[in-house]
């Protein structure tokens, strides 16, 4: 069983739509949760964080962590064509665990 | 320069040539990583240095070898590669291997073996 699972997509939404991007995984002993954007020949660059359960919210993205069911998502409100991008979730527990990737495009 | 930098962006190489990736970041942290991105694939830690010393070696064969003489420097030398090893190579840096949530990445050198 891998550690984290993201589905690589890709999702395609029309500009103004609200994305929901999610990651499950494996090891209860993860206490951070990450999401990681990275644009086309760039490295990634974090987004979010979230320290174990809860939401957090910034700006027109949220963070969610259900540690019962381990699972986390990142929702994106009024989507732009700027946030086209691949979204990485990514975990930490003795070291950093990361998911594929969610390749995602906005049409304007 | 900020953040993390690597040269070269680009590098196609023969399965018979030697070359080195470099890393450098100037953001005064701690540890350093690389990590290998495949398509469809989640990223793959390599090496983990933590203040010059490697703490970590997921496994990596040894046609990889990696080189950090400072803590702003690490280099990946690479030697006798085979098609299968062409993907994306990250820089990584962060202040505190065991504690910090936060990784800061540099653009990657995408490696083609022919």
């Known amino acids: 069983q891998k550690e984290v699972e993201q589905d690589p997509g890709p999702l395609s939404v029309p500009e103004g739509a609200i994305v929901s991007l999610n990651c499950t995984y494996s090891?209860?002993?993860?206490?951070?949760f990450m999401w990681y954007r990275q644009y086309s020949r760039k490295g990634p660059e974090l987004l979010m964080y979230t320290y174990s359960s809860g939401n957090k919210e910034d700006g027109r993205f949220t963070a969610q962590v259900d540690k019962s069911s381990k699972y986390i998502s990142l929702f994106i409100r009024d989507s732009q064509p700027s946030d086209s991008a691949t979204y990485l979730c990514a975990m930490r527990g003795n070291q950093f665990y990361f998911g594929t990737g969610t390749s995602l495009t906005v049409i304007p | 320069e900020t953040g993390v930098t690597q040269t070269p962006r680009h590098l196609v190489m023969g399965m018979t040539n030697k070359k080195s990736l470099k890393c450098e970041q100037h953001?005064?942290?701690?540890?350093m990583y690389w990590y290998k991105q495949s398509a469809k694939k989640p990223l793959e830690l390599m090496f983990v240095?933590?203040?010059?010393?490697?703490?970590e070696n997921n496994s990596v064969p040894s046609r990889f070898s990696p080189e950090c003489p400072n803590s702003s420097h690490l280099f990946l030398h690479l030697h006798t590669l085979q098609p299968e090893d062409s993907a994306l190579y990250l820089c990584?840096?962060?202040?505190?291997?065991?504690?910090?949530?936060?990784?800061?990445f540099g653009p990657g050198t995408r490696l083609t073996v022919t």
């Open positions: 953001l005064g942290h701690n540890a």
């Open positions: 990584a840096s962060s202040q505190d291997p065991s504690a910090s949530y936060e990784q800061y």
């Open positions: 090891n209860s002993a993860f206490q951070y």
């Open positions: 240095y933590n203040f010059k010393e490697q703490t």
